[in-house]
């Protein structure tokens, strides 16, 4: 019959010298139990703990990679809506991936409208002008844009996302945080984090930098400006109404809306109000002359004079430009654009399982030795048989049980 002895495994020796005891046998069988319950344990406080990272920097996908990465989620907030050039789509077919060597087009969305995913593929190049570029009128902001941020890493990420606003008006200044494309150039800073989930657990956490803030539109680069028709985002069809376009035609002459008196016009009207007046043809004093430097005034644009050298007064506009976008009273459009071009690196975080079959068997086996040993000494303090009392047993003839035989 069995008893519980025949698991002592701390007799000594064991199965030839029988001073196995049912205490010690009962502490054997427990080291077992006790290294499951602890592995057990540490599973489930993995599960519910932060799992380990590695975190490796990444070269940006180039043209020629295959790897896709796509700016966040983006929303126009402008209420003149948002036209816009993203890397290398081509206009005949919105819906499809890019095309390499494809012509670019320009594709307008309206305000509150969020740019489709396939707009959004973005790459690192060497030259600048292949970026996305974006124009709208009037305002500072022109879009806003997505951020989703991991708060918790398991064995699923667990995120949070502050979603952008669809116009200025929802614009919450200190109440929670806001993430706005201002005019210029921005450059995006990518962190990746990849989950154990494989592709399906992969979160992008994008932010920008202002770089530049001066948003004159490059009308020598941007084909938006001249396009005489662009694509609706969303919709595919053609737009060609003037509300739609920065394009001007009158005759054969072809302006553009982009040719405005936003940062850089701004500038060069003010520079041409500083140059010095025109030398009159005759003297300062001829008689039934006018001249500026001689004290008299000239005509002013708007009804209004200001002093000048020599006494006189130049032409004031009365609606100055506003370099941000317009001023109260100011009826003339002012267009700004945004380059967007991501850093040529980025981060990759990568989470660790801390609970793959092979690392919970070594932790098992650690445990169980970890165990044994505190069992071990344990054991020694438990009543047991000694030597000195088998021998006094077969001095009397009662014999001793070693294993299956008797002495």
């Known amino acids: 019959m069995v008893s519980l002895k025949d698991y002592d495994k701390f007799a000594s020796p064991p199965e ?29 406080a993995a599960l519910n703990s932060t799992f380990p990272t590695s975190a490796t920097t990444v070269v940006f ?8 990465v796509n700016l966040p989620p983006m929303t126009c907030v402008a209420e003149s809506g948002c036209w816009y050039r993203p890397w290398n789509i081509v206009a005949d077919e919105p819906s499809s991936p890019p095309e390499e060597g494809g012509e670019p087009s320009c594709f307008f969305l309206p305000q509150g409208e969020k ?16 970026s996305f570029t974006s124009l709208w009128k009037d305002v500072n902001f022109g879009w806003s844009y997505d951020v989703e941020s991991v708060v918790k890493i398991g064995m699923s990420l667990k995120t949070d996302v502050v979603a952008g606003v669809t116009s200025l008006e929802e614009e919450t200044r200190g109440s929670k945080p806001r993430y706005l494309l201002y005019k210029g150039k921005s450059l995006f800073n990518l962190v990746r984090t990849v989950g154990l989930g494989g592709d399906d657990d992969v979160v992008d956490t994008w932010t920008n930098t202002v770089t530049s803030e001066d948003g004159t ?48 016009g701004g500038r060069r009207r003010r520079r041409r109000m500083e140059e010095p007046a025109p030398e009159p043809d005759c003297a300062p004093n001829c008689e039934g002359a006018n001249p500026v430097d001689g004290g008299g005034t000239e005509p002013v644009d708007g009804g209004g004079t200001e002093p000048v050298d020599g006494g006189g ?14 001023a109260p009273g100011t009826t003339e459009t002012t267009v700004n654009e945004v380059k967007i071009r991501p850093f040529p690196s980025y981060t990759e975080i990568t989470v660790i399982n801390p609970v793959k079959p092979l690392e ?10 970890v165990i044994d040993v505190a069992a071990g000494l344990l054991a020694k303090l438990a009543p047991r048989r000694g030597e000195e009392d088998i021998v006094a047993g077969l001095g009397r003839g009662g014999g001793a049980d070693f294993g299956d035989s008797k002495l």
């Open 16 to 44: 030839s010298f029988t001073d196995a005891s049912a205490c010690s046998g009962v502490i054997s069988l427990s080291t077992y139990v006790a290294a499951i319950a602890y592995l057990v344990y540490y599973v489930l």
């Open 360 to 369: 919970l068997w070594g932790m098992f086996g650690g445990a169980l030795a």
């Open 61 to 68: 996908p180039q043209k020629t990679d295959s790897s896709i």
């Open 217 to 264: 539109p490059d009308d020598q680069q941007n084909i938006c400006c001249f396009a005489p028709s662009v694509t609706h985002a969303i919709t595919g069809a053609a737009l060609t109404d003037d509300e739609y376009i920065m394009r001007r035609q009158s005759g054969s002459e072809v302006s553009s809306l982009c040719e405005n008196d936003g940062a850089e």
């Open 115 to 130: 740019i489709p995913e396939q707009h959004r593929r973005v790459v690192h190049d060497s030259d600048p002008i292949d």
């Open 313 to 326: 007064t130049e032409p004031v506009n009365p609606n100055p430009p506003n370099e941000g976008g317009g």
